[in-house]
């Protein structure tokens, strides 16, 4: 991953501004890989001998520091804007966030919408684990971003984890002093944040208030894992404005259930069927079918990796073919149905502009 346009972007500053800089020696790398500053070897869950604890609280603080790492590249080298949800949120209300590319709002071409998997991962990352053992390529939905920004008009990458605000943790994520607190959390210190307390909730106002409203005639979603039900819902949810702005869904290994979520609806199936396609992990070859049981369903095609965490990473390129091909096929059906033009309209068009 090429970081030159921000020299002075560090992931080891964030370590070294935190309280535990010496039990979390690590930095990524030139290639994008967190290694060990003294060993240069991968990371270690185990740093505290039998204490599993201690070792799950220090894995949460680097968790939290790659959050905070990625939301910077998403704005420095990404050159995207942070969003900040609900926009009617009072000062002191929790709030969620999102990220969006200038002016995909007002571009009238296309807008590509990510849409991550669930976990405690947060906007720009496909998986936390990925980062950490296979590398911010893989593990970060910087990749696509990058592709979107330079092949359509814009980009907005969802947050739908970011659902709860932690009373109890929010001032204690940088330390590792509290060996003798329980590690099980309090669900009564948990706050929802408004608007956006589940993954559908979030998806469903960013949807109201932004992409519904985009001038973009394009818009494409790429969703991982749950967030391929998370979009069903929304078409569900907004059928027919989804269905009119859409023109196309790629799904990596989605957890959607078409026959539970659709309900029998003909046109919904129909739809399905014709604007969206999954990459599903399969020892297959990249892009080759691997046929779906569910014929209401999409069509379904290999990943070309049998690794659920590197299913993105190994799409992109297919991914993106895909979106090209069929916004093509969008572009030349939109054509075909123009008002034929005759000799005698042209020549009334032109007037004495020859």
């Known amino acids: 991953m090429d970081l030159q346009m921000e020299p002075e972007l560090s992931f080891r500053k964030l370590v070294e501004s935190s309280e535990c800089p ?3 020696k690590y930095d990524f790398n030139k290639n994008g890989e967190l290694k060990h500053l003294d060993t ?9 001998k039998n204490a599993h604890e201690s070792n799950h609280k220090r894995y949460q603080v680097l968790g939290h520091l790659i959050t905070r790492y990625v939301y910077e590249l998403l704005e420095r080298v990404c050159k995207l804007q942070k969003v900040h949800i609900p ?19 007002t571009n009238s071409s296309s807008l ?22 296979e590398g911010l390529d893989p593990g970060t939905q910087i990749p696509f971003i990058k592709t979107a920004l330079q092949c359509y008009g814009g980009v907005i990458v969802l947050n739908p984890n970011d659902n709860f605000i932690d009373l109890k943790m929010e001032d204690e994520w940088l330390s590792l002093s509290t060996k003798e607190e329980s590690s099980t959390v309090n669900s009564s210190c948990w ?3 408004r608007c956006s307390s589940s993954p559908e909730e979030h998806t469903i106002y960013i949807w109201d208030n932004f992409i519904s409203k985009s001038a973009a005639k394009n818009v494409a979603f790429i969703a991982h894992g749950y967030g391929g039900l998370v979009f069903i819902n929304l078409l569900m949810q907004r059928t027919w404005e989804v269905m009119n702005k859409v023109y196309s869904v790629a799904l990596i290994d989605s957890m959607h259930h078409t026959l539970h979520q659709v309900k029998n609806n003909p046109h919904v199936q129909e739809w399905i069927q014709k604007h969206c396609r999954e990459w599903i992990t399969n020892s297959k070859p990249l892009d080759r079918p691997t046929g779906s049981l569910v014929k209401v369903d999409c069509p379904t095609v290999s990943a070309g990796t049998e690794k659920y965490s590197l299913a993105p990473s190994s799409t992109l390129q297919a991914i993106f073919k895909y979106l090209k091909s069929t916004l093509k096929a969008k572009n030349t059906v939109a054509l075909s149905r123009s008002p034929i033009v005759t000799r005698s309209s042209k020549n009334k068009k032109r007037g004495n502009t020859c």
Request: glycine share 6%.
């Open 87 to 105: 926009t009617d949120a009072t000062e002191d209300e929790p709030r969620s966030l999102f990220f969006i590319s200038e002016k995909a709002l």
């Open 22 to 24: 010496e039990q979390l």
């Open 191 to 193: 706050i929802p944040k």
């Open 40 to 48: 240069n070897e991968p990371f270690v869950f185990n740093y505290y």
């Open 112 to 133: 590509i919408v990510l849409l991550q998997d669930r976990g405690v991962f947060r906007a720009g990352q496909w998986g936390l684990k990925t980062i950490i053992h």
